[in-house]
Nanobody
Framework: VQLQASGGGLVQPGGSLRLSCTASGNDYSINAMGWYRQAPGSRRELVAGIAEDGNTNYADSVKGRFTISGYNSKPTIYLQMNALRPEDTAVYYC????????????WGQGTQVTVSS
């Protein structure tokens, strides 16, 4: 499974960005997709995820500001990020969770999101 992410960039505080990620290859091998992020000097943290049944989950820090969507008819997801804050600055990584192996993930390349005035 290959994951291709896009959509990062530089935005001012309060602004918006949309990330997208598409899985290709044997995408039946995954049953959920989502995003983690990692800021310099910090651990990688879950941002949002969506399962093939449509269930979603979010980090408390992004609830009400970020929306994950997609993954219904095709293995593409979107992360709409609104009201961005400087603390959202990080490299965002798309993931696909393995359907067959517990706690196993596929990863896309990171995309940089920078929130700064």
């Amino acid at each position: 499974v290959q994951l291709q992410a896009s959509g990062g960039g530089l935005v001012q505080p309060g602004g918006s960005l949309r990330l997208s990620c598409t899985a290709s290859g044997n995408d039946y091998s995954i049953n959920a997709m989502g995003w983690y992020r990692q800021a310099p000097g910090s651990r990688r943290e879950l941002v949002a995820g969506i399962a093939e049944d449509g269930n979603t989950n979010y980090a408390d820090s992004v609830k009400g500001r970020f929306t994950i969507s997609g993954y219904n008819s095709k293995p593409t997801i979107y992360l709409q990020m609104n009201a961005l804050r400087p603390e959202d600055t990080a490299v965002y990584y798309c993931y696909g969770r393995s359907r067959f192996l517990d706690d196993s993930f596929y990863w896309g390349q990171g995309t940089q999101v920078t929130v700064s005035s």
